[in-house]
């Protein structure tokens, strides 16, 4: 007869007798947070019992470290250490929850929630804290001449790797040429990037949708502009354009009335300088004619003024 040894029975037994313990009580097994999001943990117990207390604790490798509690008498109490982390939100003896601010990858991890009665003791159920990093999505969009259209690109980063989709809100269209590649960072998270192309004449709602396991989606919504846009921005870059063409139209007529001005200006001076001359030359000439007759005089005169000063009677 072969002989069974007890220890594994007693095991067995013993896990039997912990799930029955774990049905008592209504909890999500595992949460999902992004890193900078809020994550909120919560317990029910789903039959009356005599509680006096609830109790939160964080499971560490060999211990666990108890993070805050609330009784009737001492009310809500959160430990040295959490203060700044943990808050209550529905503080009850039936029902308890809690929620964890600003998730960090040092928060991952499983927490026990414990409903201390008598003579009972402790009923006991645990929730796992996983903790994923997502940023995005982001949308860019960018014209293609070879093949025409409009590339529109979504990207995210993220640990683990998050699924990207790009969707056409419109039943007659659909993306072409898609392609998706994956890029990995020092840090660990993981860059995916879809492209495709987009063959729009008017404006057009796309989609990006980003997942990570089995958290939430998260999605973005645009307009694309399409290969002929009637929009208004349109009409104003249009207009813009246009009255650009007109500045260099404007700006040549300008400078050619500019410069006739000033060439007329300059046939005015010369031509006020040429008739300013003739009047000076006239002057030098009379000068030049009203010295040499004086000079006739003068030499007249001489013989005279010789004689006189030569005789008794001075000159006049």
């Known amino acids: 007869m072969e002989i069974i040894s007890a220890a594994p029975v007693v095991f067995f037994l013993l896990g039997i007798w912990n799930e029955g313990l774990a049905v008592l009580i209504q909890t999500q097994q595992t949460v999902l947070a992004a890193v900078g999001e809020d994550a909120p943990l919560s317990c029910q117990l789903m039959i009356t019992k005599d509680v006096q207390q609830v109790t939160w604790q964080k499971v560490l490798e060999k211990t666990e470290r108890n993070i805050g509690s609330y009784s009737e008498y001492f009310g809500e109490t959160v430990n040295d250490g959490f203060k700044d982390k943990v808050q209550f939100t529905e503080a009850g003896l039936q029902k308890n929850s809690i929620v964890i601010r600003n998730v960090t990858e040092q928060d991952a991890g499983c927490y026990l929630c414990l409903f201390n009665g008598y003579p009972d003791g402790a009923l006991t159920a645990a ?6 990093e997502l940023h995005g999505p982001f949308i860019d969009v960018s014209r293609s001449e070879s093949p025409p259209g409009l590339v529109v690109t979504c990207s995210a980063t993220g640990q683990p790797v998050p699924m990207v989709t790009l969707t056409v809100l419109h039943q007659n269209l659909s993306f072409s040429d898609n392609n998706t590649c994956r890029e990995t960072n020092t840090n660990g998270t993981v860059t995916v990037t879809t492209t495709a192309l987009l063959s729009a004449l008017s404006n057009t709602q796309v989609g990006c949708s ?18 002929i846009d009637t929009s208004d921005d349109g009409l104003v870059k249009h207009c ?7 500045h260099l139209p404007l700006i040549a007529a300008v400078m050619s009335v500019v410069v006739c001005f000033a060439i007329l ?32 005089n003068l030499r ?11 005789g008794l009677y001075p000159s006049p």
């Open 210 to 227: 980003v997942s990570l396991d089995s958290a939430a989606p998260r999605d973005l919504l645009v307009i694309v502009p399409g290969l």
């Open 265 to 296: 200006l300059g046939i005015r001076f010369q031509r006020s300088h040429r008739n300013k001359k003739p009047s000076e030359d006239s002057t030098e000439n009379q000068k030049m004619n009203v010295s040499p007759a004086s000079s006739n």
């Open 240 to 246: 813009r354009s246009y009255c650009h063409t007109l």
């Open 127 to 132: 929730t796992c804290l996983k903790v994923y």
């Open 300 to 310: 007249q005169r001489s013989p005279e003024k010789q004689k006189l000063n030569g």
